[in-house]
């Protein structure tokens, strides 16, 4: 991949320089551990922007993540919708396996499994091993997986940080792919209801640049690193996640393709009563946004 570039596809390779994303990813992750190395008790258990879940309940969830990450194969359904999976549901019932532990054991946890997820992904990569997993919108290489898990993680930390009215320590390299990634779900998600979207999104801020969405073959996604004018990319990549209206920040887009691009958020803010059951592969298209958020794994 050339420097600045980035390629996701539905249909074809992707191009993420998964080298380059682990050493992003890893980057990141010590960044966010400092932060919590200065974390007191009133700080664990504070409220963040996950509907009903503490800071320590975020930071537990982030482990459950890791040790699942660690742990893929060929064929892996953990993120597979058909599979049973939902991220306002799942994870939740992840996190009884570690009820009662003590934020002190969830630190420690959190820098083991961080620790072994990067090494065997970086194993794998040395290994030269090719194999695909099943994301919410279909098979794609494993490495797109763990940009997925970059993608969450990032966001999960601007959950914890950000209603603490605290700055959110990243680099314009953890953002873009962060935010392309959002972008490039949004899509894949609109697509499945019928509505796919081509649009050239110009976003400013750390991260930013061109990011091209074309729906001829499948979803495809083209991030040129470039400055230009335009909403934060840190802000779309929030708003595409339901933390934030999509029409706040990408109001110059047509209704029809800013309608598109919110199904993503709509889901992760729909009540679960509301969803077809758990064992149903038909997709369904979410409800209107309401108030809340969710945990997107």
């Known amino acids: 991949m050339p420097p600045g570039t980035l390629l996701l596809q539905t249909a074809g390779a992707c191009d993420v320089d998964p080298e380059r994303l682990l050493d992003v990813f890893g980057q990141q992750r010590r960044r966010f551990v400092t932060v919590l190395r200065g974390f007191g008790p009133d700080d664990w258990a504070a409220p963040t922007r996950c509907t009903d879940w503490s800071a320590h309940d975020v930071i537990r969830h982030l482990c459950d993540t890791n040790v699942r990450a660690a742990a893929l194969g060929p064929d892996d359904r953990m993120l597979d919708i058909a599979a049973g999976y939902d991220p306002r549901i799942t994870p939740r ?45 279909g ?12 993608w969450d993680s990032w966001l999960h930390e601007r959950d914890v940080l950000l209603p603490r009215g605290m700055e959110h320590p990243t680099d314009g390299d953890a953002t873009a792919y962060a935010t392309a990634y959002g972008l490039f779900t949004a899509a894949a998600v609109a697509a499945v209801f019928g509505d796919p979207v081509r649009e050239t999104l110009q ?41 934030s209206p999509v029409a706040a920040v990408l109001g110059d887009l047509p209704a029809s393709s800013r309608g598109a691009l919110s199904l993503l958020a709509d889901f992760f803010n729909s009540p679960v009563e509301q969803s077809p059951a758990r064992d149903s592969a038909a997709p369904t298209r979410p409800a209107a946004r309401v108030t809340g958020q969710v945990s997107p794994t």
């Open 93 to 137: 019932e992840w996190l009884t396996a570690s009820a009662g532990e003590s934020p002190d054991a969830t630190f420690r946890r959190f820098l083991a499994t961080t620790d072994e997820r990067l090494a065997r992904d970086r194993a794998r990569l040395a290994a030269g091993t090719s194999f695909d997993v099943h994301l919410p919108y």
């Open 139 to 150: 098979p794609m290489d494993w490495t797109v997986r763990v940009l997925h898990g970059l």
């Open 203 to 243: 976003l400013s801020g750390d991260g930013g640049g061109l990011f091209d969405l074309d729906r001829r073959g499948g979803v495809t996604l083209s991030v040129t690193r470039v400055t230009v004018a335009g909403p934060p990319a840190a802000e779309v990549a929030d708003a595409l996640a339901g933390r």
